[in-house]
């Protein structure tokens, strides 16, 4: 569940408001499923390939309906119980293609690539698309100058936040992206930016250097951040996920939320130097995070009550997998990856709770408020960004 946006007085007193409300809010979700998570095993499932000759499979998002996308071969997929995988295609003069991430209406994103061997860095090319039942897939351009997009997430209103590039001068900006606007320039830096993650509230967040969180407010900085960060997932009740640094050798992973600021997931660690390098990659709306251990090259999930559980350890150890990463976890603790199969094969998976408490539905008062206030308030900076500087544009 991974990858933030969004008129006047009233509502920005309201948005803080709810801001306040989410807080506390986020102090009783990370509760919820504390001791379920605790003593959670996981069911392990092999999602499979497009075809026998596709090689190997990763997952990358799902959401929470149970629905997975991802890459099995070089084609982009979306994967469910009832139909297995389907073919999402790729934009025309691609290479391959891969799916990001899933909304619970179905709609996904991905990206396709002109490059699948990865050999030249300037001659790599990406765009980004929006895929749907009945839109098939949609190429979503770039921002003026730019000559690559990604996207990273979606929301369940059709949100869509990611990257565009200009790659000779390796110049990047945040976008957000809907059907009715296109694409926005976020204006977050003049030289790189990205965004990784949307909530259901159009808050954004992303990094450029430091991690930044972006709602109908404006720029939010959390400051008890290390000022080398970046922000990898918002849920729908404000709580981050994210990345910085110690020191040169690897990143530590973060959990951020306006009551607690930052907690080093290193630090909840019931053993010595577990987890010290880390990165995180998606967060659910319990505070459950998900990511890799650099140390081990090992999956983790991590919760207030239990710290940082290897998930290696958490499935049967008869099943003869081996889990290399955990990339997406929903409502419902499901979480996906890929990782090697009894078979030696690498392979998309998806981990179900043997049990579970469901997590309650975050407080949702206002959402459409806050997301229309967060557009008008994004139309009216890159007003003025275009205004001031059209350079800030790939």
């Known amino acids: 569940m991974k990858s933030i946006t969004s008129l006047k007085t009233k509502v920005k007193t309201k948005v803080k408001k709810l801001t306040v409300l989410l807080g506390s809010a986020a102090v009783m979700t990370l ?20 075809s026998s000759n596709d090689g190997s499979s990763m997952a990358f998002g799902i959401n929470n309906l149970g629905q997975v996308v991802g890459r099995s071969g070089n084609r982009a997929f979306v ?17 391959y293609s891969e799916g990001y991430a899933i909304n ?13 061997n990865h050999s030249g860095y300037q001659d790599f090319r990406s765009r980004a698309f929006f895929w ?15 000559d690559s997009s990604y996207a990273n997430s979606i929301n369940n209103t059709g949100q869509v936040v990611g990257t565009s590039k200009n790659t000779s001068d390796d110049i990047s900006s945040a976008f957000l992206w809907s059907s ?34 972006l709602d109908s407010n404006g720029l939010i900085w959390p400051r ?24 040169a050798d690897g990143p530590r992973s973060f959990f951020w939320s306006s009551s607690t600021g930052a907690i080093d997931l290193a630090s909840t660690s019931s053993q010595d130097n577990e ?40 499935i049967d150890p008869n099943s003869g997998w ?42 949702t008062m206002g959402g459409t408020v806050i997301a229309g206030a967060g557009l008008a308030y994004l139309r009216r900076r890159q007003g003025r960004l275009r205004r001031s500087s059209f350079n800030n544009n790939d």
């Open 275 to 314: 987890g010290i390098y880390s990165v995180t990659n998606d967060i659910n709306d319990a505070g459950q995070i998900v990511g890799l251990k650099i140390s081990g090259l090992d999956p983790f999930v991590w919760d207030s009550s239990t710290g940082m559980l290897n998930l290696n350890t958490l």
């Open 132 to 146: 749907s039942s009945s839109t098939g897939m949609t190429d979503l351009g770039t921002l003026p100058g730019g």
């Open 224 to 247: 008890t951040i290390s000022p080398i960060a970046n922000a990898s997932a918002i849920n729908n009740v404000g709580q981050i996920a994210g990345n910085y640094r110690y020191t």
């Open 322 to 363: 081996d889990l290399d990463d955990a990339l997406a976890i929903n409502n419902n603790g499901q979480i996906v990856g890929y990782g090697t199969n009894k078979n030696g094969q690498k392979r998309a998976f998806l981990l179900t709770p043997k049990s579970h408490k469901p997590v309650p539905e975050p407080l």
């Open 180 to 213: 009715k606007t296109g694409m926005i320039d976020l204006g977050i830096s003049e030289y790189k930016s990205w965004a990784s993650d949307i909530n259901d509230f159009g808050q954004i967040v992303g990094g450029n250097g430091q991690a930044f969180l």
């Open 31 to 50: 509760g919820v499923s504390a001791s379920a998570m605790a003593a959670s095993l996981y069911d392990i499932t092999d999602l499979g390939l497009l």
């Open 79 to 95: 994967w469910s119980s009832s139909d297995g995988m389907t073919d999402l295609g790729i934009l025309p003069g691609g290479t």
């Open 104 to 116: 619970d209406a179905g709609q996904v994103v991905g990206n396709t690539y002109t490059d699948s």
